[in-house]
């Protein structure tokens, strides 16, 4: 599966809430679940091996379900086949998901 267009938002707090809002709405997103997933996984990636302030720490764990969530879903929903010639741009994840994640960072 080829990675999507990057999304090119700061890694921040705000920016962390703005895509999972848009994860919860995705009919007024700009960006596919895919994309939010993949920021999510880059923005955990650049902590890896850093120590993170509390504001960015406290959003690492969600950050990663994000992506690992994303990854169980098409992995649960697809065959290898398919994962390996699809893009799933317009696939989507629950959206009740992504409400649950914005309830844990409130």
């Not at 007024?28 to 091996?49: G, N, T």
Request: charged share 25%; proline share 8%; glycine share 2%.
């Amino acid at each position: 599966m080829k990675p999507s267009a990057p999304v090119e938002l700061p890694f921040t707090r705000e920016s962390a809430l703005k895509m999972l809002t848009w994860g919860a709405n995705p009919e007024v997103s700009p960006y596919s679940h895919k994309q939010i997933a993949e920021w999510c996984d880059r923005f955990w990636c650049q902590y890896l091996d850093v120590d993170a302030e509390p504001e960015i720490e406290g959003l690492l764990p969600i950050l990663t379900d994000v992506e690992t969530q994303w990854d169980l879903f098409l992995a649960n929903t697809y065959t290898l086949e398919e994962l390996r010639d699809n893009d799933f741009e317009a696939e989507q994840m629950p959206k009740d998901w992504f409400n649950d994640w914005l309830r844990q960072l409130a």
